[in-house]
T-cell receptor, first 112, second 115 residues
Framework: QKEVEQDPGPLSVPEGAIVSLNCTYSNSAFQYFMWYRQYSRKGPELLMYTYSSGNKEDGRFTAQVDKSSKYISLFIRDSQPSDSATYLCAMSGAAAGNKLTFGGGTRVLVKP | DAGVTQSPTHLIKTRGQQVTLRCSPKSGHDTVSWYQQALGQGPQFIFQYYEEEERQRGNFPDRFSGHQFPNYSSELNVNALLLGDSALYLC??????????????FGEGSRLTVL
């Protein structure tokens, strides 16, 4: 079993819909949680960075962390065709400089 | 402000050859990590360099080695290439004292194809 599980998709939604993405994890030592967006043949781009449990909002993006359930989510409101990409969740432990453990990524397609 | 830059962007090698990939971190960053991303999968941590020393290493064989220079740039070397080494190799940088993981910024990657 992988440390971080993420549905590979693809997830297809109409333009303007809410995109809902999630990851589950097994390592209770994870304290830092991130979401990256990756366009085809490009490097990952950091979208959201959160520490411990709770919610964080940035524009159209909302990240949620539920450490008791070992479950994190990313919501994208008013989705646009330019949001079509692969979304990767990543997490790490508390020690400074710890490696990131990634999920496998969810491919999202927003149709005009 | 230049971000993380990597070279070359694409390269093709044959089995058994050796390859060197290069990375310049984002301005102000002193820590460099390397990740391997196979097609359709998430990135896998290879190793991290700080103060010219390897600080952490993932589950990769000794054929994978690296180096960090005094200007914080870094190289990834892979010897005795196998077909399974074909992947996108990503360099990421951060400041070591960023707290926790700190925000990690990735380059565009070097796409290696082994024939």
């Amino acid at each position: 079993q992988k440390e971080v599980e993420q549905d590979p998709g693809p997830l297809s939604v109409p333009e303007g819909a809410i995109v809902s993405l999630n990851c589950t994890y097994s390592n209770s030592a994870f304290q830092y949680f991130m979401w990256y967006r990756q366009y085809s043949r490009k490097g990952p781009e950091l979208l959201m960075y959160t520490y411990s449990s709770g919610n964080k909002e940035d524009g159209r993006f909302t990240a949620q962390v539920d450490k008791s359930s070992k479950y994190i989510s990313l919501f994208i409101r008013d989705s646009q065709p330019s949001d079509s990409a692969t979304y990767l969740c990543a997490m790490s432990g508390a020690a400074a400089g710890n490696k990131l453990t990634f999920g496998g990524g969810t491919r999202v397609l927003v149709k005009p | 402000d230049a971000g993380v830059t990597q070279s070359p962007t694409h390269l093709i090698k044959t089995r058994g050859q050796q390859v060197t990939l290069r990375c310049s971190p984002k301005s102000g960053h002193d820590t460099v990590s390397w990740y391997q991303q196979a097609l359709g999968q998430g990135p896998q941590f290879i190793f991290q360099y700080y103060e010219e020393e390897e600080r952490q290493r993932g589950n990769f064989p000794d054929r994978f080695s690296g180096h960090q220079f005094p200007n914080y740039s870094s190289e990834l070397n892979v010897n005795a290439l196998l077909l399974g080494d074909s992947a996108l190799y990503l360099c990421a940088s951060r400041t070591y004292r960023g707290g926790g993981t700190g925000e990690l910024f990735f380059g565009e990657g070097s796409r290696l194809t082994v024939l």
